[in-house]
């Protein structure tokens, strides 16, 4: 189990933990990843840089700390 951050694709800038792993023969791996509000999302292993491990970060996190918000959320987020 590492802490990770997703560094491209359509995931770019979330963090989460690994949670599973996929190997594929003659094609790309997938992880699985959990983030800190247990959503769940899965990228190619090639797109993530490994930040920590278990479940503690070796670098500070932003403000945000890697968790993607809905346009809702984020709208809501930005009024207060």
């Given amino acids: 189990m590492n802490v990770v951050l997703v560094i491209r694709g359509r ?3 979330r963090v989460g933990v690994i949670k599973n792993r996929e190997k594929h023969k003659g094609s790309f791996e997938t992880i ?3 983030d ?10 090639g797109n993530v840089f490994t930040i920590g491990e278990g479940t503690k970060s070796w670098v500070s996190l932003p403000k945000g700390k890697g968790i993607k918000l809905s346009n809702i959320e984020d709208k809501d987020g930005n009024r207060t």
Wanted: no cysteine.
């Fill in 11 to 13: 995931n770019r800038s």
């Fill in 32 to 34: 699985h990843i959990q």
């Fill in 36 to 45: 800190a509000v247990r959503h769940e999302f899965a990228t190619r292993l």
